[in-house]
């Protein structure tokens, strides 16, 4: 038997939907990353977000190196971009209840994408 | 207070936005804080196309008039985020309009999530389905379907008697110095060729192909399903196996050339291993195949003396006389050959 997921023990697609939602939140209301999406549709965000949380938490999403690096050529992002991102994901993964040590592997898993992401 | 004033006072508190127009001119008569919140703003304008442009009045006054209702949708950002407001509007008396308007922000957003999500689901559904395939496509190579279903059920295979069936044991003359000589690659890749072509030419005649062992292939008729006449369906692949061959030889640099024997008898046929499992079977009919073959000069098809009996009326067989053959005695051995 394969190891449960943190996607699997947090409850599954009916409780990662509300992380994502207040992720989704919390990035609009944000004004250093708000802007990056400005000017993208709305399902296309709660698409982005949706996987991006499953994918984190070893969900039914998973991108390839190659595609993250893709998806995000375009964007100017910067350190200081990703440490801000990287705090509002620990604040919601927290402030749903998720244990801290779970919190912080979430967290060294996103940190592993910095170099794709980052300019 | 009067319940007028209470009226408003609710009516501009609730956290639904709305207004009344009038119906000729569709001027704002009176707003709520909720409407305003999200309409609102300097310069609000006062007539209902200047402040939703895109609402398609023609279709409303149409609705309102057959209905007295008309519902819309309207999208549009407020800071970043994309709102989405459901409209809904109703006559009134007095040749008024009141438009209601809930925030189906949320509902959008959740509908978006859930296409996402059963995208990504629905994809791995698909993945799982194709791997399952390919796992008992797998399987089936290494195991007649019969066997493969009682597997899948029981997680087990029962070793099953099959009795009577016939055997054919082919193997190469020169394989090893082939293998030496030639791009073994090369010699491993025409190996692949042949194989499938006799396993189609055996599923033609019904045999199931067992195994290969190295140049060494084994098919046998009569399994799982019993049939009749497996001595002649044996025999069949047997003499094609030849002929292909020969007809490949022509064309191709390589020769390969090979040895049959043919037996009958009864096999036990089961799954054998854990781990690295493999369907094999068992019984004196394998190994007599196996030294019957050894009898044979390349190209050759030795049949053993039960099975001769059987087939010897329809095809070009003749008798070459007693040999003894180890574990088995002595025995009158057959030659089959091509009449055709």
């Given at each position: 038997m394969a190891e449960r997921t943190l996607y699997e023990s947090y409850g599954g697609f009916s409780q990662v939907s509300k992380i994502v939602l207040s992720f989704y939140d919390s990035l609009l209301d944000n004004d250093e990353i708000g802007p990056f999406f400005d000017d993208v549709d709305m399902s296309r965000i709660v698409d982005h977000q949706t996987k991006f949380i499953a994918s984190l938490l070893g969900g039914p999403a998973a991108y390839t190196d190659k595609q993250l690096q893709q998806l995000h050529a375009h964007l100017d992002i910067t350190d200081a971009h990703f440490d801000e991102l990287e705090t509002l994901l620990r604040e919601t993964l927290l402030g749903h209840g998720m244990a801290s040590d779970d919190v912080e592997t979430v967290v060294a898993e996103f940190g592993k994408r910095r170099p794709l992401i980052v300019r | 207070m009067t319940i007028e004033a209470i009226n408003e006072q609710l009516l501009r508190a609730i956290g639904v936005g709305v207004a009344l127009l009038d119906r000729k001119t569709l001027q704002f008569g009176f707003c709520n804080d909720t409407f305003d919140e999200w309409f609102g703003g300097e310069n609000q304008p006062t007539q209902l196309q200047q402040l939703f442009p895109e609402l398609d009045v023609q279709a409303m006054s149409e609705n309102l008039i057959g209905t007295g209702r008309h519902t819309s949708e309207i999208r549009f950002k407020k800071k970043r985020r994309t709102l989405v407001i459901a409209l809904d509007f109703t006559v009134a008396e007095g040749d008024m309009l009141v438009l209601v308007c809930q925030n189906i922000t949320r509902i959008k957003e959740l509908e978006s999530m859930i296409d996402s999500y059963s995208m990504m689901v629905e994809r791995n559904t698909r993945e799982i389905k194709r791997e399952k395939e390919q796992v008992e496509k797998l399987l089936l190579n290494i195991m007649p379907r019969s066997v493969y279903e009682e597997y899948k059920t029981f997680g087990v295979v029962t070793p099953q008697m099959?009795?009577?069936?016939?055997?054919?044991?082919?193997?190469?003359?020169?394989?090893?110095?082939?293998?030496?000589?030639?791009?073994?690659?090369?010699?491993?890749?025409?190996?692949?060729?042949?194989?499938?072509?006799?396993?189609?030419?055996?599923?033609?005649?019904?045999?199931?192909?067992?195994?290969?062992?190295?140049?060494?292939?084994?098919?046998?008729?009569?399994?799982?399903?019993?049939?009749?006449?497996?001595?002649?369906?044996?025999?069949?692949?047997?003499?094609?196996?030849?002929?292909?061959?020969?007809?490949?030889?022509?064309?191709?640099?390589?020769?390969?050339?090979?040895?049959?024997?043919?037996?009958?008898?009864?096999?036990?046929?089961?799954?054998?291993?854990?781990?690295?499992?493999?369907?094999?079977?068992?019984?004196?009919?394998?190994?007599?195949?196996?030294?019957?073959?050894?009898?044979?000069?390349?190209?050759?098809?030795?049949?053993?003396?039960?099975?001769?009996?059987?087939?010897k009326d329809q095809f070009d067989i003749e008798n070459v006389g007693a040999r003894s053959i180890r574990g088995f005695g002595e025995q009158d051995i057959w030659r089959l050959s091509d009449n055709d």
């Open positions: - | 099959y009795d009577p069936v016939s055997v054919l044991m082919l193997d190469f003359v020169g394989f090893t110095d082939m293998v030496a000589s030639q791009d073994p690659s090369v010699t491993v890749t025409e190996l692949n060729d042949i194989y499938s072509a006799f396993d189609r030419i055996g599923e033609q005649f019904g045999c199931e192909r067992i195994k290969t062992i190295g140049d060494a292939y084994i098919t046998v008729a009569g399994l799982p399903d019993p049939t009749p006449d497996h001595s002649k369906a044996i025999a069949n692949t047997a003499i094609r196996f030849v002929r292909y061959l020969m007809r490949r030889n022509l064309s191709h640099p390589h020769q390969w050339r090979c040895r049959i024997g043919i037996s009958t008898g009864s096999v036990v046929g089961s799954v054998v291993g854990i781990q690295k499992y493999v369907y094999d079977i068992f019984g004196p009919a394998v190994n007599l195949a196996s030294r019957l073959q050894e009898f044979s000069e390349p190209m050759q098809i030795t049949v053993q003396d039960a099975v001769a009996h059987t087939i």
